[in-house]
């Protein structure tokens, strides 16, 4: 499987931004569907967006269209996800999820999971 770590979460206010990275360990990243996924305190981990192998097609839950981006860099083994107008809902760990099948964008099944970054948002 392939190995993911995620970075860039912290501490931001209200209305702000971060943008979050997920560096992939296996060189057959380019082959991988790709996702967001949080988990807020007292919540169930969520699907927040995912991304085909090409990145031509994209997925945003509702709670995140129009405020988050989810990108890839096929040629760094890197996917992003730019986030803003941060709301204090969105306080959640965020992992970031692979899997070799292209239905995953729209299925949410992802097999392989990094071990998540916190973003916290402040009111």
């Known amino acids: 499987q392939v190995q993911l770590v995620e970075s860039g979460g912290g501490l931001v206010q209200a209305g702000g931004s971060l943008r979050l990275s997920c560096t992939a360990s296996e060189p057959t990243f380019s082959s991988s569907a790709m996702g967001w996924f949080r988990q807020g305190p007292g919540k169930e981990r969520e699907f927040v967006a995912a991304?085909?192998?090409?990145?031509?097609?994209?997925n945003y839950a509702d709670s995140v269209k129009g405020r988050f981006t989810i990108s890839r860099d096929n040629a760094k083994n890197m996917m992003y996800l730019q986030m803003i107008s941060l709301k204090s809902e969105d306080t959640a760990v965020y992992y970031c999820a692979a899997d070799r099948n292209p239905s995953a964008i729209a299925t949410q099944d992802f097999g392989s999971w990094g071990q998540g970054t916190q973003v916290t948002v402040s009111s």
């Open positions: 991304i085909s192998r090409t990145g031509l097609a994209k």
